[in-house]
């Protein structure tokens, strides 16, 4: 009789802390807007600094052992140059990071995204592209790409079209295309219910050079 008590009590415990995450579930971390302007700031920093900052982040992992509120949704090209938490100084459990070669989302991306606005209180969604991207330039060269590489280059494509014979670097108008039109598939495709009106997405565009991300309008 001890032991089925015992299971419940460790059930209890287990189910408190995720029915109140349960609850608290449509409150933003922060405001779009105010992730923005942190992520601004932590890159202005990043980019200005030539040694990255200590952070304590064995703080960091002990206040998030039992949750997460990231204040912010990164959809990041794998690029191995192109670490958000170290681009935007941030630490563990800041941010939600989405990576996939040519930042580009996929459902399984569309869904990471809808869980981390709904469940866990993101309210800032930027598709960070970048310079030099080689995703996007394999998509350039044409030709058949191997494996599932051709899934990558196909999915580049359309940027590529739309920016043809356009002024300018060819691959720099094809990265931020591409940004463009993934923050669109996010927009159009994300399922946010009613809590759509209170979610940005926003292109940035990271100078591997500098260090610093350029963000459109
Ligand atoms: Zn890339």
Redesign the pocket.
């Known amino acids: 009789m001890k032991i089925p008590s015992r299971i419940s009590a460790v059930l209890l415990s287990l189910l408190l802390p995720a029915l109140a995450a349960a609850a608290d579930h449509t409150s933003p971390s922060v405001g779009a807007d105010v992730a923005l302007a942190r992520l601004k700031a932590g890159n202005q920093r990043f980019a200005s600094a030539s040694v990255s900052s200590s952070k304590p982040v064995a703080a960091r992992r002990a206040a998030t052992v039992n949750g997460q509120h990231p204040f912010a949704i990164i959809v990041g090209?794998?690029?191995s140059r192109?670490p958000p938490e170290i681009i935007f100084d941030q630490s563990i459990g800041d941010l939600f990071v989405v990576r996939a070669?040519?930042?580009l989302v996929d459902d399984y991306g569309l869904g990471s995204i809808e869980y981390a606005v709904e469940h866990l209180g993101a309210r800032l969604i930027v598709v960070l592209?970048?310079q030099k991207?080689?995703?996007?330039q394999a998509a350039l060269s044409g030709g058949e790409a191997p494996g599932h590489i051709h899934a990558l280059v196909s999915a580049i494509q359309p940027a590529v079209q739309a920016t043809k014979g356009k002024p300018g670097d060819p691959l720099s108008n094809a990265v931020h295309e591409n940004d463009a039109l993934v923050a669109e598939k996010i927009r159009k495709k994300a399922r946010l219910g009613d809590l759509t009106s209170q979610v940005r997405v926003v292109e940035g565009c990271y100078d591997l050079r500098t260090g610093k991300v350029e963000w459109a309008k």
């Open positions: 090209c794998a690029d192109t070669a040519g930042n592209g970048h991207c080689g995703a996007v």
